[in-house]
């Protein structure tokens, strides 16, 4: 019961399968079906599993120690996380994330932070595929606190640069400048190549013509085509810059 109340109010009944330990058999491991603390409703939820209240839901969470209720989401989300595509298209790789960033506090390794690092920037992508740029610009902000500081550009370039690329574009779009501009800033600062900065750059462009600080932007975007190795740079030119500024503007009004 405890777990079903860590995993909300409605409860796949495929994924409660891969949480718990022991055969999945509804009629014999879960005597709370029959005592009515959940039930299935095939009709409107098919393959969910419902508490009746949200009376009852709170109640059964309330019965976890405060101090084992990390632990539990923890232990949840690694489960889940064990089936996962390596590509993280799954539709519940929202649900892994919440669940082990509220266990976050016993992530003991290096590994464990980066592994849900990157399962931040997945979810993200995926959120952010549906337009969702608010859910996404949350997820790449959290990806960035499992980083370290110090080093994650030196451990961990690739990570790096996609959380913080992603983060500047999901930021721009929510019209979150001061983020958008962080997240930019980052990658200037450490990014190894023109290559790597080239999504930024487009970003900040944007971000400026957004902004109608139309010659800032322009003049951004003349400086950096002319430096040498600029040939990765896109959206820069002087035809797709226009373009991109007055799509901006229609977008963000």
């Not at 930019?184 to 450490?190: A, D, G, P, R, S």
Request: glycine share 4%.
């Amino acid at each position: 019961l405890q777990t079903c109340a860590c995993m909300g109010t409605e409860i796949d009944a495929v994924l409660l399968a891969e949480v718990m330990t022991d055969t999945f058999v509804p009629d014999t491991a879960f005597p709370i079906l029959r005592a009515g603390l959940l039930y299935q409703d095939p009709h409107r939820r098919p393959g969910k599993y419902l508490f009746p209240h949200t009376l009852v839901h709170q109640a059964a969470y309330s019965l976890i120690p405060e101090s084992q209720k990390s632990l539990f989401h923890l232990r949840i989300g690694k489960q889940l996380a064990l089936n996962m595509s390596p590509d993280g298209s799954d539709d519940h790789i929202f649900l892994v994330v919440n669940q082990m960033n509220r266990g976050m506090a016993h992530l003991r390794t290096k590994k464990e932070r980066d592994d849900l690092a990157d399962l931040c920037l997945k979810a993200g992508k995926k959120a952010a595929s549906f337009s969702d740029h608010n859910k996404a610009s949350t997820l790449f902000i959290l990806g960035t606190t499992l980083l370290h500081p110090s080093s994650c550009w030196k451990t961990n370039y690739e990570l790096s640069l996609q959380l913080y690329t992603s983060l500047a574009n999901a930021a721009f779009l929510i019209r979150d400048f001061e983020m958008a501009d962080f997240a930019i800033q980052e990658v200037l600062k450490h990014a190894l190549s023109m290559e790597d900065k080239a999504q930024v750059y487009a970003t900040q462009v944007n971000a400026l013509g957004s902004q109608f600080k139309l010659k800032e932007a322009t003049d951004l975007a003349m400086r950096v085509l002319k430096v040498k190795d600029a040939k990765m740079v896109h959206n820069l030119t002087s035809t797709s810059l226009a373009h991109a500024l007055t799509k901006t503007k229609k977008l963000l009004k």
